[in-house]
């Protein structure tokens, strides 16, 4: 597993870096594809974005820690961000979040013992005409409701399921 | 009639080919004719003021970008962050072209190399939504070399931030974009000019809801835009609903529109017919929040007459708040999305939103004193105006306004 020299990700690396002025200005893209390969920004993806923007890893480090969508610790197959912000709040969304989390029995921030669920609350996501919502693997789902929800967590489980089947197939 | 939100009167518009059949490029066609000092010229007359939240005039802005610099930048400031807004989403969701066409004309104003749109990490797919319709307009030869025959070069580029709501204030914004953290610069040197735009070369910074209205102005003449809204509040403005109303969404009506027409003729009144309202913020999290009796109700969505009721209308993202809901819980949502988005440059603005985030605590858990009432107030009043960049304040007007205007919300928590 890498980014570099993988031909999946050579043609838009290529597109990151030339379309800036410089080759720092591709960081934010670059640790994407970081992200993308090996499912958080770990130490292999950080130095390896390091060395293509010849950057110190220090560096590359320091903007993957300040930015949320970067994640710094691997997470669930499905990881699950629900908008609890003012707007939200006011049409329950605090309650929605409280509840998801005991319907998976995780902790805030926390992870599943399947380890297929990731669940933690995030800032305004612009779609507050649409509470409760929240982002799943960065996809938004909205208008939600309990009954809603478990249908999903159950449509995604076995989605999961049948993915883990054809891969043990092969 | 919808200026901006067109995808909702027109099928497809989404798609370059009925964008162009209904005017689409006609704006652009005709700022190519004109030099770059006229259309910026149009755009001053034509009245239409930053739509992100300053109400800054646009055409004033582009003036400020030195003609002799060699290389200049446009930024579209994509990364809608604020509390309670989403009209920047629907624009470049339903109606992508047009803020294209209206980027590309600021860039032939200013005569930049190359535009960015800054979009917010969340917003990917609308990003490869534009990006193939850049690529459409490069086929076409609206993007690149020699753009429409008229010997202007221009780049269109897309950029995703990854969460950051400090990333939607422009300073901060040109440093996320160079690879940099997403923290405000000192000022000056301004980004329109030398030394503090993008790579430091000029550059202008603008909303997206800002260029949308561009192609419009260039097409039908800045008299026609002049004509919407009032004297100082030109235009059409989208108002982004959401809390206790019935019918939450977004509104594009003429600046100047009352909040009562809104909410109620548009927004369907309160959400519960038992519960009236009782407050709003007008402008997300950042700006006053002001109880919502008939004279706030009457009063006209205007920068100007904001003014006149103790707040603003800056994005126009409308949080309604009904008789149930306590403004110390308001006090403490705002200020934990604050804390929680500083960047942690400032001193005040760091530790401020800490202390003040875990004072509001105690006081809703019900251990608070009625000096910590005052403390509060004290720390908001002590971080307003210290701060690099606006969020300093903006952290600061929630605990300032909610105490202001419903002191009773507090005091029922600090009771002994």
Redesign the interface.
């Known amino acids: 597993m890498a980014i570099i020299g993988n031909s999946k990700y050579e043609e838009r690396i290529n597109h990151h870096i030339a379309?800036?002025?410089?080759k720092?200005?591709?960081?934010?893209?670059l640790?994407?594809i970081a992200q993308e390969e090996y499912g958080w920004v770990n130490q292999d993806g950080i130095n390896e974005v390091a060395q293509l923007?010849n950057l110190d890893p220090t560096q590359v480090k320091?903007?993957a820690g300040?930015?949320?969508?970067?994640s710094e610790k691997p997470k669930g197959v499905y990881w699950l961000q629900v908008c609890t912000?003012?707007?939200c709040?006011?049409?329950g969304a605090d309650d929605f979040h409280a509840w998801l989390k005991e319907e998976l029995g995780v902790e805030e921030g926390g992870t599943s013992a399947d380890g297929m669920f990731t669940v933690e609350h995030?800032?305004?996501?612009?779609?507050?005409?649409k509470?409760p919502m929240l982002?799943c693997n960065?996809?938004?789902v909205e208008d939600l409701d309990q009954n809603k929800m478990r249908e999903l967590l159950a449509k995604w489980r076995a989605e999961a399921a049948a993915s883990m089947n054809g891969r043990s197939a092969e | 009639m919808h200026i901006l939100l067109r995808g909702r009167d027109i099928d497809n518009i989404k798609q370059l080919a009925v964008y162009e059949k209904h005017d689409g490029f006609a704006g652009m066609k005709k700022a190519l004719a004109m030099t770059p000092a006229e259309v910026i010229d149009v755009v001053k007359a034509s009245g239409l003021r930053g739509r992100g939240g300053a109400g800054f005039p646009t055409g004033v802005k582009w003036s400020f970008i030195p003609q002799h610099e060699p290389v200049k930048f446009v930024t579209i400031n994509a990364d809608e962050s604020e509390t309670g807004t989403f009209k920047d989403r629907e624009i470049m969701e339903e109606n992508p072209y047009q803020l294209i066409e209206g980027s590309l004309i600021c860039a032939y104003a200013i005569q930049a190399k190359a535009v960015y749109i800054y979009l917010r990490g969340e917003f990917w797919d609308i990003g490869d939504q534009l990006d193939e319709c850049i690529e459409a307009l490069r086929e076409k030869g609206f993007v690149g070399k020699n753009i429409m025959g008229s010997g202007y070069d221009c780049e269109v580029y897309t950029h995703l931030g990854a969460g950051a709501y400090i990333c939607g204030e422009e300073s901060a914004l040109l440093n996320s974009l160079e690879g940099y953290l997403g923290q405000p610069r000192v000022r000056p040197p301004f980004p329109a000019q030398k030394g503090g735009g993008l790579y430091k070369e000029a550059t202008v910074v603008n909303n997206v809801e800002t260029l949308a209205n561009v192609p419009y102005i260039m097409s039908e003449g800045a008299d026609a835009f002049k004509a919407i809204g009032t004297e100082q509040s030109a235009g059409n403005k989208i108002y982004c609903v959401s809390g206790h109303v019935k019918r939450s969404g977004n509104y594009e009506l003429p600046m100047g529109t009352t909040f009562r027409e809104l909410l109620y003729d548009h927004a369907g009144g309160p959400l519960y017919e038992d519960r009236p309202f009782k407050a709003m913020l007008p402008s997300g999290g950042s700006g006053p929040i002001v109880p919502l009796t008939d004279e706030v109700l009457d009063t006209p969505m205007s920068y100007e007459d904001c003014a006149n009721i103790g707040t603003i209308i800056g994005s126009a993202s409308i949080i309604v708040m009904d008789e149930t809901v306590d403004m110390t819980w308001v006090a403490s949502k705002v200020t934990k999305f604050f804390k929680h988005e500083s960047c942690g440059k400032c001193t005040p603005c760091r530790e401020g939103t800490y202390w003040l985030d875990k004072v509001i605590d105690r006081i809703l858990d019900g251990r608070g004193s009625p000096d910590d009432v005052k403390r509060i107030a004290d720390v908001a009043e002590n971080m307003a105006g210290t701060t690099l960049c606006a969020l300093g304040d903006f952290a600061a007007n929630p605990i300032i306004h909610t105490i202001r205007h419903f002191p009773d919300d507090f005091a029922q928590h600090v009771q002994s």
Not at chain 1, 19 to 22: H, L
Not at chain 1, 122 to 129: Q, S, Y
Request: with cysteine; net charge neutral.
């Open positions: 379309k800036y002025e410089t720092r200005s591709a960081v934010m893209p640790l994407y923007l320091s903007i300040f930015y949320t969508m970067y912000d003012l707007p709040a006011l049409q995030v800032m305004c996501l612009a779609a507050c005409d509470a982002q960065f996809r938004y």
